[in-house]
């Protein structure tokens, strides 16, 4: 399955969608997935989108710049940040939804 066919069977789903969009030469944050599934695991989905090849996703999401983080929940923007994020900040956030 796709990145977007993933993204969009969860738009109608009951999840929060947490979206990283990434591309190969910045940092990759290995840890959100641990930290998203340990949090709430049966209310969070995390989507890792590459803005290289998966260009026309990461345009859809008005994209231009890497590392953007993006929570969503039936197709409505939550939250949005564009830099660097640390456990203690995804943990806030995901907290407040």
């Known amino acids: 399955m796709s990145t977007e066919d993933q993204l ?6 009951n ?3 947490f979206i990283f969009f990434y591309a190969d030469w910045c940092p990759h944050y290995e840890w ?9 695991k049966r209310t969070v989905k995390y989507i890792k989108v590459n803005i290289e090849t998966d260009k026309l996703l990461a345009d859809s999401y008005n994209v231009e710049s890497v590392p953007t983080f993006v929570l969503m929940h039936h197709k409505h923007e939550l ?5 660097d994020i640390t456990v203690d900040e995804l943990r806030l956030v995901l907290s407040e939804f």
């Open 32 to 40: 959100l997935e641990e930290a998203i599934n340990e949090y709430e």
């Open 79 to 83: 939250w949005r940040k564009i830099s």
């Open 8 to 13: 969009n069977e969860l738009e109608n789903s």
């Open 15 to 17: 999840y929060l969608v």
